[in-house]
């Protein structure tokens, strides 16, 4: 059973143009909302995070958008680059549980 | 600082062999965690150690078991290996003392383990 559900499954978006990253929980537990960057060979890393008592967090060109009456979060990355191409992942925690529980993934695609 | 370093980086076993998977964390941190990713079930939790005790563990059958070592290395064991067992390994570590979300995971290449 997915605690976190993500879409869409994948994206094709001009280069400068925007990506949209949905993401829904249903457990009101979780305490902090990070999301991942994974390259083709290699292990994901930490793009951005949230916690669920702030609405948005921007980092450069990368935005989280925090909704949690609605249990809803979405990155948003702007001027979309062909180096943003790779597959990115939500996840959720919460304190005590020592796990990361993660959406199923989007792969991004931006076109030169 | 080095980052999580994972061996083998590939392995191909046949079903019914066992195998055993290395991850070495970043310096000072205490805390590793396992995680399966594959393209059907997605990046799925395993297990998480600090200080040498597990803390966690995901819905995975007995076979899958791991440990940590006093210097904070860590194996996963599968045993009996199936079809369905082939995937990326990855590891991931972090300072972990408090187990307050938001402790940043850092996660290492993976094992890509192939079972024939």
């Known amino acids: 059973q997915q605690q976190v559900k993500q879409s869409p499954q994948s994206l094709i978006v001009q280069k400068g143009g925007i990506s949209i990253i949905n993401c829904a929980y249903e457990?009101?537990?979780?305490?902090?909302f990070p999301w991942y960057q994974q390259f083709p060979g290699k292990g994901p890393a930490l793009l951005i995070a949230?916690?669920?008592?702030?609405s948005e967090k921007k980092e450069g060109r990368f935005t989280i958008s925090f909704n949690k009456s609605a249990k809803q979060f979405s990155l948003h990355i702007m001027d979309s680059q062909p180096g943003d191409s790779a597959t990115y992942f939500c996840?959720?925690?919460?304190?005590?549980?020592?796990?990361?529980?993660f959406g199923a993934g989007t792969t991004v695609t931006v076109r030169a | 600082k080095a980052g999580v370093t994972q061996t083998p980086r590939y392995l191909i076993k046949t079903r019914g062999q066992q195998v055993t998977l290395s991850c070495s964390p970043i310096?000072?941190?205490?805390?590793v965690s396992w995680y399966q990713q594959t393209p059907g079930q997605g990046l799925q939790f395993l297990f998480e150690?600090?200080?040498?005790?597990?803390?966690n563990k995901g819905n995975f059958p007995g076979r899958f078991s791991g440990r940590q070592f006093s210097n904070s290395r860590s194996e996963m064991n599968v045993s009996t290996l199936e079809l369905g067992d082939s995937a990326l390994y990855l590891c991931?570590?972090?300072?972990?003392?408090?187990?307050?979300?938001?402790?940043?995971?850092?996660f290492g290449p993976g094992t890509r383990l192939t079972v024939l």
């Open positions: 996840a959720a925690s919460m304190s005590g549980d020592y796990k990361l529980s």
């Open positions: 150690y600090f200080s040498e005790t597990q803390r």
């Open positions: 991931a570590s972090s300072l972990g003392p408090s187990g307050r979300a938001g402790d940043t995971q850092y």
């Open positions: 457990n009101t537990a979780f305490d902090y």
């Open positions: 949230i916690r669920p008592d702030v």
């Open positions: 310096s000072g941190h205490r805390s």
